[in-house]
């Protein structure tokens, strides 16, 4: 990748929304990416493998559990300031961002708020630190969009419990110590599991040939009756809801992300446009260059005044699911569509590794995919507007 050049737009003067320590969280954030992942990216991209290095550094700029509280090793930042950190990760790459959610938000967050308080001081603290690195498996080959069919499943067996079953497509799964890992009891009830690396009987394969996320390893938790001790359920939370309320999280650092990826390709599209020479003027003159610029800083301004707003509620405690949903849904969308027009803008520069157009692109494939595609959340501002479900043709 060429020089990190980014200047992040800020079209609407929002920074007067954030309080000082919101901007000094950012702007740490920032200055740590263009020293010290901008330079490497691309090259761990290409040869799909993921910045271990990257990980201290990622604790020390409070990458890992920026809401949690300090007693237990976090942050204790707000959301918004969770949400800025999340912007300015993917503003390189959605892989870096993902680690980072993965750890906060599907790790540390449901140990948080799940379990008890041996669990807390057990494992928060080391995952701060990334001493310790964390994956969360849900999502099994028969059900991605369904998650409440999955089949993995423990018994009873006295002194532990005996888990048996498979997740795939798990973020942080090969490089992982620990999985909090969502199976079925006997009588069918969900609960999270604290799964660790070492335990008889637990794999976890890396998937290879991805197009997408090339930077972040991605992979299988394979259970072939692992004794997982009791002591590792988390006892606070069952049933569906105690993975969903997880995805809450995820989402929302996710629409933020997304709006890191966009100003990246908005950023490099404009000075580019201002640069390229075609018919003896800036390709910027264009009316058809200018158009798509203007439709980018439209989208981007739109997204950023959305998402401020949702940090705003979920400090108070107020935002919903649904609401979350719909910010992640329309920012990725958002940053797609841009990461598109901003290849074009480009021309044949746009598809090499010296711009990130083409890695934003491919990476936000992943990106509207996960955590609940961009149909599914769709259907649930479907369902919270009209208050039908038609997530099954039964009716249910
Ligand atoms: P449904 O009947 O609607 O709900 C089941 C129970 O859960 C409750 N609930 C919630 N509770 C807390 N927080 C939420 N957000 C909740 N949403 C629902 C609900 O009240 C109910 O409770 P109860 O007591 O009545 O049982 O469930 P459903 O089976 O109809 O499914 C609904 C649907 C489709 C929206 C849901 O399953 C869904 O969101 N599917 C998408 C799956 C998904 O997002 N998977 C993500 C896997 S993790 C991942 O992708 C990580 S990538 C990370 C990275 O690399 O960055
Ligand atoms: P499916 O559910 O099979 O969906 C296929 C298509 O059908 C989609 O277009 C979908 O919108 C559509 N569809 C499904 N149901 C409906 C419906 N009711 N109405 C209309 N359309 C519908 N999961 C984890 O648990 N942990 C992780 O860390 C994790 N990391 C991931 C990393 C990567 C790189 C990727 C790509 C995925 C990851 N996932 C993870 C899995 C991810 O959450 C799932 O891929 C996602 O939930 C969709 O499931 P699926 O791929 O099985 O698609």
Not at 248 to 274: E, N, P, T, V
Not at 305 to 317: A, K, Q
Not at 328 to 336: D, F, G, I, S, T
Not at 362 to 378: F, Q, W
């Amino acid at each position: 990748m060429a020089t990190d050049r980014f200047q992040a737009p800020d079209y609407y003067l929002l920074d007067d929304l954030l309080t000082d320590e919101q901007k000094l969280v950012r702007d740490t954030v920032r200055a740590w990416v263009k020293k010290e992942v901008s330079p490497i990216i691309e090259d761990y991209s290409q040869r799909a493998e993921f910045p271990k290095q990257l990980i201290g550094g990622l604790a020390e700029i409070g990458a890992f559990g920026p809401y949690i509280p300090q007693e237990y090793g976090g942050a204790g930042l707000d959301q918004i300031s969770y949400g800025l950190i999340m912007q300015e990760l993917e503003r390189c790459d959605s892989g870096l961002r993902s680690t980072a959610s993965v750890q906060s938000s599907l790790v540390m967050y449901p140990i948080w708020k799940y379990g008890n308080e041996e669990q807390k001081k057990k494992y928060l603290p080391k995952l701060a630190t990334g001493e310790m690195i964390g994956c969360f498996g849900l999502t099994e080959p028969d059900h991605g969009s369904n998650p409440g069919g999955m089949v993995t499943h423990f018994k009873d067996a006295g002194s532990h419990y005996i888990l048996n079953g498979a997740k795939m497509w798990i973020t942080n799964a090969p490089i992982a110590d620990i999985a909090v890992v969502w199976a079925k009891n006997e009588q069918g009830r969900i609960h999270g599991l604290i799964v660790e690396r070492g335990m008889e009987g637990f794999t976890t394969p890396e998937t290879h040939g991805k197009w997408s996320l090339r930077a972040s390893a991605t992979g299988e938790l394979v259970f072939n009756n692992v004794k997982v001790p009791k002591e590792n359920l988390l006892p606070n939370k069952s049933g569906l809801g105690a993975p969903l309320g997880c995805l809450d999280s995820a989402r929302f650092g996710i629409a933020w992300g997304a709006i890191g990826a966009a100003m990246d390709c908005y950023d490099s599209s404009l000075r580019y446009s201002k640069e390229r020479i075609q018919f003896e003027v800036p390709i910027a003159s264009f009316q058809l260059t200018q158009k798509k610029l203007a439709e980018m800083i439209t989208e981007i301004t739109k997204a950023q005044l959305l998402t401020w707003r949702l940090g705003v509620l979920r400090n108070e405690g107020r935002a919903t699911t649904a609401q979350i949903s719909m910010a992640k849904r329309n920012n990725v969308h958002m940053a797609l569509t841009i990461a598109r027009e901003a290849r074009q803008i480009h021309g044949a520069m746009g598809i090499t590794g010296e711009y990130s157009l083409m890695r934003h692109m491919m990476n936000l494939e992943s990106v509207i995919t996960y955590e609940g595609t961009h149909d599914v959340h769709m259907l649930i501002t479907g369902m919270d507007v009209t208050g039908i479900s038609a997530f099954r043709n039964d009716g249910k």
